[in-house]
């Protein structure tokens, strides 16, 4: 039977998805996956689309879509601190040692598994050593490195790009626009550099634009991805999905903001000038602290600010 659900398009026939294509087809696919990437939500899509091709193909008695599917369990961060608990990871245990209802075999699809608690994550542990039979765990995260090796050593890895269509929040691509040219003014004529007031007053007001940009970006965003959720979904686990749901939409604007960093600076780096050459780089660099910081929970503005008066800074100084 055909998979109701398609690969992700940007993705189809890449090697990734091809290896897994060849070994659902042949049966041979592990038990434990790791899928990882810088989009959460593409990951989202590539588990559902392996788990309808295990739960609704030959020897299923009725199919449903992987998120309604009996044999299909998911677990999901919980709270504001976005924990994947102990006692959530026992009770998916408990759930997955079960017969499968309707279909050859179960799935369970831990998202952000890098949100594991250490309990938790030990718990789980002991699942990967001794998985229980006809069982698929597909371990999704966006930050592959921040679980525990013994974990990562135990699951066989897919890496995965960005399949995610460019940000279409309203007022963003203005917000581009506007930024790029800045940057150019910056690069300028030595007079446009002298005039340090109007290029700090136009850093303030993409600082405060860019706040406003990804909060109502993560309000429709919420909206529309809250009616899609399955009805046992806990609020719990609906404060931390819109959590994760705001930092992949702050990860993707700052990611768009190194490309037109990246875009703006062209001109310079096709003419060999090894200046613009050295402060791009500085400047990504700093854009990734920026990132990383975020992290940790620094406020997205902060990080923006620190981020532009350095950039400000560097591209004065060529």
């Known amino acids: 039977m055909a998979a109701s659900i398609a690969w992700p ?53 009725a199919t449903y879509p992987p998120a309604q599917h009996p044999d299909c369990f998911e677990l ?13 990871v026992r009770s998916l245990i408990g759930r997955v040692q079960v017969s499968p209802a309707v279909a ?12 594991l608690h250490l309990a938790a994550a030990n718990i789980f542990l002991k699942t990967l050593e001794e ?23 135990r ?3 897919f890496r995965f790009p960005l399949a995610a269509a460019p940000v279409t929040a309203a007022g963003w691509s203005a917000w581009i626009d506007d930024y790029r040219g800045w940057l150019g003014r910056l690069a300028g004529s030595v007079a446009d550099k002298r005039d340090a007031s109007g290029h700090i007053l136009t850093l303030y007001g993409l600082v405060a634009r860019f706040g406003k940009i990804l909060d109502d970006a993560t ?49 310079g ?30 406020n997205e503005s902060a990080a923006l600010e620190e981020f532009l008066l350095t950039s400000l800074r560097l591209w004065v100084r060529r």
Not at 54 to 60: D, Q
Not at 77 to 83: F, I, N, S, V
């Open 104 to 115: 050859p075999r179960k799935v369970a699809i831990l998202h952000e598994a890098d949100r």
């Open 9 to 61: 398009p940007a993705l189809a026939g890449t090697p990734a998805v091809t290896v897994i294509e060849r070994a659902l087809e042949g049966r041979r696919l592990s038990h434990s996956l790791l899928l990882h990437g810088d989009d959460s939500d593409t990951l989202v899509a590539l588990a559902h689309a392996i788990a309808d091709r295990l739960l609704n193909g030959a020897g299923a008695a």
């Open 76 to 88: 999901r961060p919980a709270g504001k601190m976005r924990l994947i608990s102990a006692e959530a």
């Open 155 to 157: 699951v066989l890895h």
């Open 269 to 298: 780096l096709t003419a060999g000038d090894d200046a613009t050459r050295r402060t791009l780089t500085a400047a990504v660099e700093n854009l990734e602290r920026a990132a990383g910081l975020l992290r940790l929970n620094l």
């Open 219 to 267: 309000s429709t965003a919420w909206a529309e991805h809250k009616e899609k959720l399955p009805a046992e979904v806990t609020e719990d686990e609906q404060t931390a999905i819109e959590t994760g749901l705001a930092n992949g939409l702050r990860s993707r604007l700052f990611a768009e903001i190194e490309s037109a960093t990246r875009a703006s600076a062209l001109p």
């Open 131 to 153: 998985p229980p039979p006809n069982t698929t765990l597909l371990l999704l995260t966006t930050r592959p490195y921040a679980l525990l090796p013994t974990i990562r050593s």
